[in-house]
């Protein structure tokens, strides 16, 4: 409610449940508005578009001289289902309605500041207001955050990080599921950077759902699984968000690509190819390709993922027969593994060893086909029918392919598997990337 002075211009707002006897209610707010002429006060009741909210929250969190939600420790938010997030929201929503309605009486008012009271036409005035501001921002308030499609992905993770849940869906988000958001998010925010494209859902259609469909199979090289995995994702996220959140309008036509098997052999770096790479002088003004440069190859001489080489530069080296490796665990399948330090290694690491800083994946991905391109890792490969220049199919994931491909002629693949991580050898075997005549020609002397 919000009840003013009437020997004051100036009003102190407080606002109340709609329904406080229900388990979720919107808000309401009261006016009592001093009357011209002696007559007695106007008491208004008008509800406002901000909600639901918690009402056992409300009851014990609200604070009436604030007029806001205190913000309680993360165990009590986890009790009802929210987070730090939400409450900030909701208190900005209140703030920003305050400010409105004062701001529009105290217009009404300026016509003549002699007068203690409100004609009934411009108590009219104020109410009418009051309808408009719930009419005009019911699409803003659809939800109580603003309508971005990467803040629901961050409100979904959150409340995930939290609870275990969002909201007041029935089934758990897991740790794996919160990781797939974390990378469906981090993948909407480079595509939007790079395209400068918006991503408030009310503005978002199948042109926008295309276009972020081709950018990750165009610019990040993801396999068709990995795309249909991710479109799974964006539309389990707004499904979720539904009745909080605007979804656009043409959601229902934004269809999950297939999983498309494909006998396109995926690129790798083959062990000249890395060391053009580490041959390669990083010119001046492009020193912050250094960073990228250096993990490119380590990346090819370990056989790890980029979630891993973080454990890697931060565990330390053990020495045992003159050999230096880096044990870790790696971060996907908890597998452990050992990483020799080999002499290609040694020439980046230097003596002591000192790892460079990894680059966030996102970060990689964007810069190391720019310096592969540097490089003149511009020889062609085929993706569906198209010859695409092999430094624009690029990623932090090429590191996996290329250990395994440059070595499985080395030692025996039970071996290869003990510094890869994988359990089984099929598993290793997808990252081997060699046609049926590579594999007879290395092996031809061999057969009796």
């Known amino acids: 409610m919000v009840v003013l002075n009437t020997n004051s211009r100036f009003m102190k707002p407080i606002f109340s449940l709609q329904k406080p006897s229900i388990p979720n209610s919107s808000l309401r707010v009261r006016f009592s508005i001093p009357q011209e002429s002696g007559q007695p006060s106007k008491r208004v009741t008008e509800p406002v578009d901000i909600g639901p909210v918690n009402c056992a929250f409300w009851k014990i969190y609200f604070d009436k001289r604030q007029n806001k939600l205190a913000i309680p420790r993360v165990t009590s938010l986890i009790k009802y289902n929210l987070t730090d997030t939400d409450v900030m929201a909701i208190n900005n929503k209140m703030n920003l309605l305050q400010g409105a309605i004062m701001s529009e009486i105290a217009r009404i008012k300026s016509s003549d500041l002699t007068k203690r009271g409100f004609s009934a036409d411009e108590t009219q005035q104020v109410i009418n207001f009051i309808r408009g501001q719930r009419s005009n921002q019911s699409h803003e308030l659809e939800g109580h955050i603003s309508a971005s499609l990467i803040q629901l992905f961050e409100d979904i993770i959150q409340s995930a990080r939290n609870s275990g849940y969002y909201r007041d869906a029935s089934s758990p988000i897991g740790p794996n599921r919160i990781k797939a958001y974390v990378s469906v998010c981090n993948n909407i925010k480079d595509y939007c950077r790079e395209t400068k494209s918006s991503d408030k859902l009310p503005t978002l259609d199948l042109n926008w759902w295309n276009g972020f469909l081709n950018w990750m199979k165009s610019a990040q ?47 790798y770096l083959t062990e000249a190819q890395i060391d053009q790479v580490m041959a390669f002088e990083i010119p001046k003004g492009s020193e912050h390709l250094q ?10 001489l370990t056989g790890q993922r980029h979630g891993d080489w973080k454990n890697m530069a931060k565990t330390a080296i053990r020495v045992r027969d003159g050999a230096k490796t880096v044990p870790i665990i790696q971060e996907k399948t908890k597998a452990s593994v050992p990483i020799p330090i080999t002499k290609g290694m040694s020439k980046i690491l230097g003596d002591p060893i000192t790892w460079p800083k990894p680059p966030t994946n996102q970060e990689f991905n964007r810069h190391v086909k720019v310096l592969c391109k540097m490089v003149g890792l511009s020889d062609t490969h085929e993706r569906e029918g198209t010859p695409i220049p092999l430094h624009d199919l690029i990623t932090s994931h090429i590191g996996r392919r290329s250990f395994a491909t440059n070595n499985y002629s080395k030692m025996p693949l039970v071996d290869l598997a003990v510094f890869t991580g994988h359990k089984t050898i099929g598993e290793l075997e997808n990252y081997i990337k060699v046609s049926e005549l590579e594999v007879l020609s290395q092996h031809a002397s061999k057969l009796k």
């Not at 699984?225 to 043409?250: L, V």
């Open 291 to 300: 960073r990228i440069k250096d993990w490119l190859v380590l990346a090819c």
């Open 221 to 267: 090289d993801y396999k068709s699984n990995t795309i249909n995995g991710k479109a799974k994702t964006i539309r389990a996220a707004i499904n979720m968000g539904k009745g909080r959140w605007r979804i656009p309008k043409d959601f229902h036509d934004w269809k999950v690509p297939p999983i498309k098997k494909s006998n396109d052999v995926a690129p």
